[in-house]
């Protein structure tokens, strides 16, 4: 049989042939008929190899989870600036929803705190994985960008700058670290979004950092220039 002849090539390593045999199958998801017939045929020296770990072994590559939606160029903080005022300078009647807790009283202590002059590159990111993705996993994706977390202040300019730059039917979440976020009295931290309705309405909102995220809510990613 295949395994009998694989034991008796491998002898005292067969040990560390079954750690690896599981990676393959459980880490990687490899068919296991294929892994037999692949340990059947493989030569020695090779087999050997690949058990002392002097071949190499690349995992199977996961998909992308985020995708480009909109480069929206960059925004620049203006010379009135006023951080502790920014959220306060909005027009609430310019949107169709405005959630009042979206306030500089709320957010006061974004990652970064922008002042006038600042120039920042912006994007936005669209979910291309099925089903939903947490906090946590789009965390991990800005830092991959090398993004620097503006709060609620850097939603509020994006609305002001790039509005109507923004594809229609999105949420556009301006993440920041948990204990950064305002809590409300039911214990939960709150992001800061900005909504851009197909009709061309918007709403200034927040959503739930324990919650998980759909497909149609987008990350803005903020990076220095």
């Known amino acids: 049989m295949a395994y009998q002849k694989v034991v008796e090539m491998l002898g005292d390593n067969l040990a560390s042939l079954l750690e690896l045999a599981k990676k393959w199958l459980v880490d990687w998801a490899v068919d296991a008929k294929k892994l037999l017939h692949a340990l059947q045929n493989i030569r020695k020296d090779d087999l ?48 169709y929803y405005f959630n009042t807790n979206a306030t500089d009283k709320n ?44 709060g609620a202040q850097g939603a509020s300019l994006v609305y ?14 301006s993440f920041d670290e948990k204990d950064r976020l305002w809590k409300d009295a039911v214990g939960y931290h709150r992001v800061p979004y900005v909504r851009a309705d197909t009709d061309g309405d918007f709403e200034f909102s927040l959503g739930n950092f324990g919650h998980d995220w759909r497909a149609g809510i987008a990350l803005l990613c903020f990076c220095d220039e």
Not at 161 to 171: A, V
């Open 160 to 173: 002001k700058q790039k509005r109507n730059e923004l594809p229609k039917g999105y949420w556009y979440c």
């Open 107 to 150: 957010f006061p202590n974004p990652s970064r705190i922008l002042k006038p002059g600042d120039k920042l590159r912006v994007r936005a990111f669209k979910q291309v994985s099925p089903g939903s993705t947490t906090s946590v996993e789009r965390m991990e994706f800005l830092a991959k960008q090398k993004a620097v977390h503006t």
């Open 48 to 95: 050997l190899g690949l058990v002392d770990g002097t071949h190499e072994i690349k995992a199977k590559p996961q998909p992308e989870k985020f995708a480009l939606l909109a480069d929206l160029g960059t925004i620049t903080v203006p010379d009135d600036y006023v951080h502790g005022k920014e959220l306060g300078s909005l027009n609430q009647k310019d949107f």
